[in-house]
């Protein structure tokens, strides 16, 4: 049993930034990875970034260069500071932990709640 908390989410003019961040709790000793999706009304959680615990990154194209995933291992957080933010980038965001980072666009492990991210024109 994994417990997932986020918060940074919030209303954010066009090319402005946010951070968000995760912190993990409970049983996480087989969690290897960690990573951000989001979800459009009507449409399925797909993958903005993710982060093994060496360090292996994946992005999504539509935010490679613009968001940045990292992780403090020691306080089991991870992190994702979204920079130039478009209306596109509007959605809900959830926090993932999962026993690998192979296979991201699997919808698979533990889910924080969610933070919603709103960028205004």
């Known amino acids: 049993q994994v417990q997932l908390v986020e918060s940074g989410g919030g209303l954010v003019q066009a090319g402005g930034s946010l951070r968000l961040s995760c912190v993990a709790s409970?049983?996480?000793?087989?969690?290897?990875?960690m990573g951000w999706y989001r979800q459009y009304p009507g449409k399925q959680r797909e993958l903005v970034a993710g982060?093994?615990?060496?360090?292996?990154?994946n992005y999504a194209d539509s935010v490679k260069g613009r968001f940045t995933i990292s992780r403090d291992n020691a306080k089991n957080t991870v992190y994702l500071q979204m920079n130039s933010l478009k209306p596109e980038d509007t959605a809900g965001y959830y926090c993932?932990?999962?026993?690998?980072?192979?296979?991201?666009?699997?919808?698979?492990?533990?889910w924080g709640p969610g933070t919603q991210v709103t960028v205004s024109s």
């Open positions: 993932n932990a999962r026993r690998s980072g192979y296979t991201w666009s699997v919808l698979r492990g533990y």
């Open positions: 409970g049983s996480i000793g087989s969690v290897n990875a």
């Open positions: 982060i093994t615990t060496g360090g292996s990154t």
